[in-house]
């Protein structure tokens, strides 16, 4: 089993910057991915970037692609979101995920809001 546990989310005004932090516990061997994933009112949840474990290879989404960036402390067993020129539509709850072996694990959420 893997727990993660996030933070980081809250309020921020247009422009600003937010850092996510997703700590995984329990059996973490065997991690090969992790994400963050964000659901806005009245839409779908969507991948927003995935990180693979090891190897550090990274993709975004289109939208958020030179805003945010995604990265690993491997000696922690913590992944990061660091969200700058934050917009409104940026609103969301953002969740953390990770895939070992065929098993998704999901965190809790944490919101994020985007408003002046």
């Known amino acids: 089993q893997v727990q993660l546990v996030e933070s980081g989310g809250g309020l921020v005004q247009p422009g600003g910057s937010l850092r996510l932090s997703c700590a995984a516990h329990?059996?973490?061997?065997?991690?090969?991915?992790m994400s963050w994933y964000r659901r806005a009112p009245g839409k779908e949840r969507e991948l927003v970037a995935r990180?693979?474990?090891?190897?550090?290879?990274?993709d975004y989404a289109d939208s958020v692609k030179g805003r945010f960036t995604i990265s690993t402390d491997y000696a922690k067993n913590t992944v990061y979101l660091q969200m700058n020129s934050l917009k409104p539509e940026d609103t969301a709850v953002y969740y953390c995920?990770?895939?070992?072996?065929?098993?998704?694990?999901w965190g809790q959420g944490t919101q994020v809001t985007v408003s002046a």
């Open positions: 329990g059996i973490t061997s065997d991690i090969y991915a």
């Open positions: 995920n990770a895939i070992r072996r065929t098993t998704n694990y």
């Open positions: 990180i693979t474990t090891p190897g550090g290879r990274t």
